[in-house]
């Protein structure tokens, strides 16, 4: 992958692994999530000299399977974590008014009242103090009282038994893993190294050896390893965190545990309401998440020990999740109502004397430790809060440069994202956009909005090869040219690099992206000379990772996949 400017270009891996062999770093940043991603650019836009590597691909662990909201928590409110909540919420009118508004959008929820007397003064107070704690930017409107009439009207699909009114209430959503790689490209326009399907294997100690002065990292495409030599080492690796504790033969002052949630897609027709929702359950809350033409349900909490690549929602995680949902829902959802699931792993915070508490009761604030000169790591905190985890694990890791080389202080809050600079103008020009290009204008407004200012870049792609214009699958908007956008500028190398995160199919589509397997293939093989045998393990690859959820999910759906694979690989 080349790092050119702001291009992660999948085309010359061998230029990016050569830099990391070759150059001497500042910081090198180990994990490409949300929190790695953003110590990257806040090291590279204070001058330093950065490498990041990731293990797999940009955002493939827990910062592609969030629930996708930006937000202060309203649930961490009650649990009296004022600190967390008012950080989070500067961060989310940061991100909505300034560092990302073609990604970060409002988005308005109804939180329904079931105790009339006392559930409104109580949840009203709440809202109020959220409102109240927000920024002076307000990127999002005040939070509202309903009547019950009024919550019917916003969400016919409520119930009415029981229902007493409802708040109507802010908060923005994102896609994640767009965010996280919008957020690496940004940091490599400041010159950062970015090398994804690079593995840290072991950490190189300085002369003294104890200092932490760089590390071996393994391609995992080739198996080929080289030394990566860096002032300081940066540990973002979530879940995997104790793992690269223990790989370096470092003891941090805290663990991470994990804890599991599941959200399910349902179709936008199978819930009749024009706003999200956030209703209690006996342990925690439940969202719906207007997502497109569908909604995320979710989620579930529940400690996990298992794969932490790949964890696997079961039926119970579904049926959980459905009992909750038909709990305020006038016509029950069904299981033949998903469309799909997907499962995280949140990286909890354990330190020893909290370790016994049940996941949902730990604390979403971060930590950051540095167990040895040159290594300093991070975990915990919220996808919403990474500006704030990204500049404490910099600031700690720079520390000890002396003072003949001092280290600015952030500058990540003035910083707007790649895409974001000039998008009211661009926004306006949507329409004339769509004539020059000849494309219709919802796949101009789609473009916008996954790449702000830069979907011209896209849209030349349509110009010069009119073939890449056709959507990759019915009833969505994505086109080939994004797929090919994927490979040239934001480093995907793998069929499921497209599908499941530079795109969104993998959940949106009901075959998971089953059927548009086969045309992805075809364009990224073109440009990174594939040959047949290669495309077509890469399809059968992406195939065979969707099969354990198509099978969860219906029989129906699974022998659709079924279908597909055997003319996608013949193809
Ligand atoms: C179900 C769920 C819902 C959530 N919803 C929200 C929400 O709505 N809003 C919110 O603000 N937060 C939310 N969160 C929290 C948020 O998603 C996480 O805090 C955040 O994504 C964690 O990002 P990370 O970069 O720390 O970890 P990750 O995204 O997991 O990144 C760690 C990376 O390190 C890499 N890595 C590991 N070992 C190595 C190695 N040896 N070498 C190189 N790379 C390595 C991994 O491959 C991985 O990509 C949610 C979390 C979950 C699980």
């Known amino acids: 992958m080349t790092n050119n400017g702001c291009v992660l270009d999948a085309r010359d891996r061998e230029g990016t692994l050569g830099r990391l062999a070759t150059e001497r770093f500042d910081v090198l940043v180990i994990g490409g999530g949300i929190t790695g991603a953003g110590a990257a650019l806040d090291a590279a836009s204070r001058g330093l000299r950065v490498a990041l590597v990731e293990a797999r691909d940009l955002a493939s662990g827990t910062s592609s399977r969030s629930s996708k909201l930006i937000h202060g928590g309203l649930r961490y409110l009650e649990q009296l974590d004022f600190k967390l909540v008012y950080e989070a919420l500067r961060e989310r009118d940061l991100l909505v008014s300034k560092l990302a508004p073609h990604l970060v959008k409002p988005v308005p929820f109804l939180f329904p ?40 009207k916003r969400a016919p699909a409520l119930s009415s038994d029981r229902l007493a009114g409802a708040m109507l209430y802010y908060d923005a959503q994102v896609d994640d893993a767009r965010y996280t790689l919008a957020v690496a490209r940004t940091a490599a326009a400041h010159g950062a190294v970015v090398a994804t399907r690079v593995s840290a294997v072991g950490v190189v100690r300085g002369g003294d050896g104890v200092r932490v002065t760089g590390a071996r990292v393994r391609d995992e495409e080739t198996g080929h390893e080289v030394t990566v030599t860096a ?15 223990e790989m370096a033969g470092v003891h941090a002052g805290y663990r991470v545990r994990m804890s599991k949630g599941v959200h399910i897609v349902v179709p936008r027709e199978a819930v009749d309401a024009d706003a999200g929702m956030i209703v209690r ?32 929602p079961t039926e119970e995680d579904i049926d959980y999740i459905l009992g909750a949902a038909n709990r305020v829902l006038a016509r029950p959802l069904t299981r033949a109502d998903v469309i799909a699931v997907y499962a995280g792993l949140r990286p909890l915070v354990a330190v020893a004397a909290k370790e016994s508490k049940p996941t949902t009761k730990l604390s979403r604030e971060h930590v950051v430790d540095v167990p040895v000169p040159g290594l300093a790591s991070i975990a915990g905190g919220k996808f919403t809060t990474y500006r704030l985890m990204a500049r404490d694990v910099v600031d700690a890791a720079v520390a000890d440069f002396g003072s003949d080389r001092s280290v600015p202080a952030s500058v990540t809050e003035q910083m707007p994202l790649l895409g974001a600079d000039g998008l009211a103008a661009v926004r306006a020009s949507a329409g004339r956009l769509a004539e020059d290009y000849h494309v219709d204008r919802d796949v101009v407004e789609h473009l916008l909005g996954r790449y702000g200012t830069l979907a011209d870049e896209v849209l030349d792609l349509v110009r010069a090869d009119p073939v890449l214009g056709r959507p990759l699958a019915p009833g969505h908007l994505y086109l080939g040219a994004e797929v090919a956008y994927a490979v040239t500028h934001e480093g995907a190398l793998h069929v499921d690099d497209v599908l499941r995160r530079r795109t969104r199919l993998f959940i949106e589509a009901a ?54 694979v055997a003319g996608a690989v013949a193809g």
């Open 281 to 312: 359950t006996e342990k925690s809350v439940l969202f719906f998440i207007p997502w497109g033409n569908r909604w995320i349900v979710g989620t579930t909490d529940t400690d996990w020990s298992g794969d932490r690549a790949e964890p696997a």
């Open 113 to 152: 009242l079931y105790r009339k007397v006392v559930e409104r003064p109580y949840v009203g107070a709440g809202l109020a103090l959220y409102d109240a704690m927000e920024g002076t930017r307000r990127g999002v409107p005040h939070h509202r009282h309903l009547s019950a009439r009024g919550a019917l």
């Open 231 to 245: 002032d300081c080492v940066v540990v973002c690796a979530g879940v995997w965190t104790d793992l690269v504790h």
């Open 511 to 564: 075959d998971s992206g089953a059927a548009a397997a086969a045309e992805v293939g075809v364009i990224m093989g073109r440009l990174l000379g594939w040959s047949r045998r290669r495309r077509a393990a890469e399809i059968r690859r992406y195939l065979d990772l969707i099969a354990a959820e198509q099978t969860l999910l219906a029989d129906g759906a699974a022998v659709v996949a079924g279908a597909v």
